[in-house]
C-alpha cells in the first residue's frame, strides 16, 4: 500500500503569514497514464472534508487563489500564501494513483498563534 | 449542484449492525463510484471501500473486509454501508464522498455512530 507521511502534523501561523505542508509518498503517484492522482482536503472543525487541489496542482472551484498545490513523484506540497482565519483546520493528501486502497496522510492542524 | 446526503445518526450496542444510506443528486450514481470512509472521534480519515454502483461490484479495506457490505439501489439514487459485529472502536463519523476520475471530490455531510452499552 502506498504509505502517504504528512509534515507538519500542527502548524501554527500567525495571520498573514504563509503556510507550507508536505506529503511524502511511500512511493512514485506517477500513474501509468503519466497523471499523477495527489489531492488536498480541508476540514474545518465540525464539516465534511472539502477538496481544495486535485491532481498536484488544480484548484478547486471557489477555492482561494492563496492555496497552491506542487511536487512530483514523490514530494508534494500545500501552500497557503497568506494565512486567513477561515483556514483554521485539518489538512490531508490524499492518493489515488494506486486505484484500492485509497490512502491518506496523517493530517496536518493549522491553528492561529 | 452535486449533494450526497446521508442518514442521521446512530446508537448501537456493541455486537449490533449499523447501515448509513447516503442519497446522491445532482448526477448519475451509476456514472462514478463511491467510497465511504471513517473518522474516528479526533483522529484522521481512514479508507473502508468502495462501490461501483453501475454494477454493485465493491473492494473493502482488509481491516474491514468480512464485517462491512455497501450496496445501492439505482431507483433511489442511494449507496448503502452496513457495518456488522459493532464494538466501541467503531464509534465514529462515517463519510461517502465521490470518486470523479480517479479522485474524491464531493463528501457527504457525515453520519455519526455511537457505539455504547
Known amino acids: 500500500d502506498v504509505v502517504l507521511t504528512q509534515s507538519p502534523l500542527s502548524l501554527p501561523v500567525t495571520l498573514g503569514q504563509p503556510a507550507s505542508i508536505s506529503c511524502k509518498s511511500s512511493?512514485?503517484?506517477?500513474?501509468?497514464?503519466?497523471?499523477?492522482?495527489l489531492n488536498w482536503f480541508q476540514q474545518r472543525p465540525g464539516q465534511s472534508p472539502r477538496r481544495l487541489i486535485y491532481k498536484v496542482s488544480n484548484r478547486d472551484s471557489g477555492v482561494p487563489d492563496r492555496f497552491s498545490g506542487s511536487g512530483s513523484g514523490t514530494d508534494f506540497t500545500l501552500k497557503i500564501s497568506r494565512v486567513e482565519a477561515e483556514d483554521v483546520g485539518v489538512y490531508y493528501c490524499m492518493q489515488g494513483t494506486q486505484w484500492l486502497p485509497r490512502t491518506f496522510g496523517q493530517g496536518t492542524k493549522l491553528e492561529i498563534k | 449542484q452535486v449533494q450526497l446526503v446521508q442518514s442521521g445518526a446512530e446508537v448501537k450496542k456493541p455486537g449490533a449492525s449499523v447501515k448509513v444510506s447516503c442519497k446522491a443528486s445532482g448526477y448519475t450514481l451509476t456514472s462514478l463510484y463511491m467510497h465511504w470512509v471513517r473518522q474516528a472521534p479526533g483522529q484522521g480519515l481512514e479508507w473502508m471501500g468502495i462501490i461501483n454502483p453501475s454494477d454493485g461490484s465493491t473492494n473493502y479495506a482488509p481491516k474491514f473486509r468480512g464485517r462491512v457490505t455497501m450496496t445501492r439501489d439505482t431507483s433511489t439514487s442511494t449507496v448503502y454501508m452496513e457495518l456488522n459485529s459493532l464494538t466501541f472502536e467503531d464509534t465514529a463519523v462515517f463519510y461517502c464522498?465521490?470518486?470523479?476520475?480517479?479522485?474524491?471530490?464531493?463528501w457527504g455531510n457525515g453520519t455519526t455512530v455511537t457505539v455504547s452499552s
Open positions: 464522498a465521490r470518486d470523479s476520475e480517479g479522485c474524491v471530490d464531493v
Open positions: 512511493r512514485s503517484l506517477v500513474h501509468s497514464d503519466g497523471r499523477i492522482y
